[in-house]
Each structure stands twice: as structure tokens, then as C-alpha cells.
T-cell receptor, first 113, second 112 residues
Framework: DGGITQSPKYLFRKEGQNVTLSCEQN?????MYWYRQDPGQGLRLIYY???????QKGDIAEGYSVSREKKESFPLTVTSAQKNPTAFYLC????????????FGPGTRLTVT | QKEVEQDPGPLSVPEGAIVSLNCTYS??????FMWYRQYSRKGPELLMY????GNKEDGRFTAQVDKSSKYISLFIRDSQPSDSATYLC????????????FGPGTRLSVLP
């Protein structure tokens, strides 16, 4: 069954702790993306990667870090420098390039107290 | 001016109504247009994909693109309560490093 998995579905952390969100895809897609979604708001791009071992900052990269060591995996670390980390985080993948649609994972709801 | 604009709603309609959802955009380089449906606390799912101008129909859903007006629409016929969700338009093309732009989404409620 091809798709994108994100784990865990819900994550709770104390303020000041770093936390890593997992994203795995078995669609053989080259490009992967991380978005943040706040209640009643659209998607905001955090980081994206068009190819293994390469990634670029999106619109709101401050306080976040990523790695892309394998084609299938694109983990996102929310660091203690992120001022408002509580949000719904979505991972997506695509074949890459302008004409290809993105497919999304189920999301991770992160709550930091 | 934002790259993509979309009425956030909420839009409430009775069951069986025809729903019209719209997006406007500013960049004429966009060539690929998509609609996503997102249920509460779920990831968006691709609903419709169109290239350039024209119409595309899939069951109760019709996507329409008017590149000359920089305007895209999604029509839902015979709307059902299960259509209640947020609908996001998306588009790509041109010199964008990440090749993709999403609208903010319109929240739709179909009342039984």
C-alpha cells in the first residue's frame, strides 16, 4: 500500500525541549515538504527537499531543522527556538517539478506546554 | 497582493445545493491547478487536477480554470453532508523554487 506516514499522530512536549516529527513515503517521490497549519489558517511551508541530501527553507523555517539522508524519509525537528510550536504539522511528497501534485500524510498534532 | 486568494467562509448550504468555490491568483506563470479537500484534523487529499484553461469533471465535481481572468472554480453538484470540509486550491508552474502555492482554504458546511 503506497502512501505517506507520519508519526506520532499526537505529540506532547514541555517547553524548551526539541522534538522530531517523522515522515516516511514509499511512493518513490523525489520531493518532500513540511507544512504547518494553525487553526482556521492555510498551509505555511517550513522546509522542502527536491532531492536527497539537499533541502531549502520555506516561508517559516526559523526554529525548525530537517534532514534528507534517504529518499523515503524527511524528519522535521522542532527546536526550542521556535516561539509558537503548538500546531498541526503536515508532510507531503511529489514527483518534483512544476506539474506534479503533492500528496499529504495524515499529520501530527504537536502540543507544547 | 497575495499570490492566491480564496474566501475563507464559512460557507453553509443545504443538502442537495450546488456549491461554487473560487480562487483568484496573480501570477500568470501558473499552469497546473488543483483542488484539495481537508477534513478536520486530517491531511488534505487531492480532489481535482487540471492543466491550463478549461473544465474537468469527475462525478459530482467540476473544476474550471480561466487563465485569462486568473480565476479557478470548483463546483459540487448535489452536495452531501459528507462534503463538509475545508477546500484548498493549489497551483504551480513558473519560477518558484518549491513549485507550489496553496490558497488559505474555504470551510464548507453542508446541512442535512
Amino acid at each position: 500500500d503506497g502512501g505517506i506516514t507520519q508519526s506520532p499522530k499526537y505529540l506532547f512536549r514541555k517547553e524548551g525541549q526539541n522534538v522530531t516529527l517523522s515522515c516516511e513515503q514509499n511512493l518513490n517521490h523525489d520531493a518532500m515538504y513540511w507544512y504547518r497549519q494553525d487553526p482556521g489558517q492555510g498551509l505555511r511551508l517550513i522546509y522542502y527537499s527536491q532531492i536527497v541530501n539537499d533541502f531549502q527553507k520555506g516561508d517559516i523555517a526559523e526554529g525548525y531543522s530537517v534532514s534528507r539522508e534517504k529518499k523515503e524519509s524527511f524528519p522535521l525537528t522542532v527546536t526550542s527556538a521556535q516561539k509558537n510550536p503548538t500546531a498541526f504539522y503536515l508532510c507531503a511528497s511529489s514527483m518534483g517539478g512544476a506539474g506534479y501534485e503533492q500528496y499529504f500524510g495524515p499529520g501530527t498534532r504537536l502540543t507544547v506546554t | 497582493q497575495k499570490e492566491v486568494e480564496q474566501d475563507p467562509g464559512p460557507l453553509s448550504v443545504p443538502e442537495g445545493a450546488i456549491v461554487s468555490l473560487n480562487c483568484t491568483y496573480s501570477n500568470s506563470a501558473f499552469q497546473y491547478f488543483m483542488w484539495y479537500r481537508q477534513y478536520s484534523r486530517k491531511g488534505p487529499e487531492l480532489l481535482m487536477y487540471t492543466y491550463s484553461s478549461g473544465n474537468k469533471e469527475d462525478g459530482r465535481f467540476t473544476a474550471q480554470v480561466d487563465k485569462s481572468s486568473k480565476y479557478i472554480s470548483l463546483f459540487i453538484r448535489d452536495s452531501q453532508p459528507s462534503d463538509s470540509a475545508t477546500y484548498l486550491c493549489a497551483m504551480s508552474g513558473g519560477n518558484y523554487g518549491q513549485n507550489f502555492v496553496f490558497g488559505p482554504g474555504t470551510r464548507l458546511s453542508v446541512l442535512p
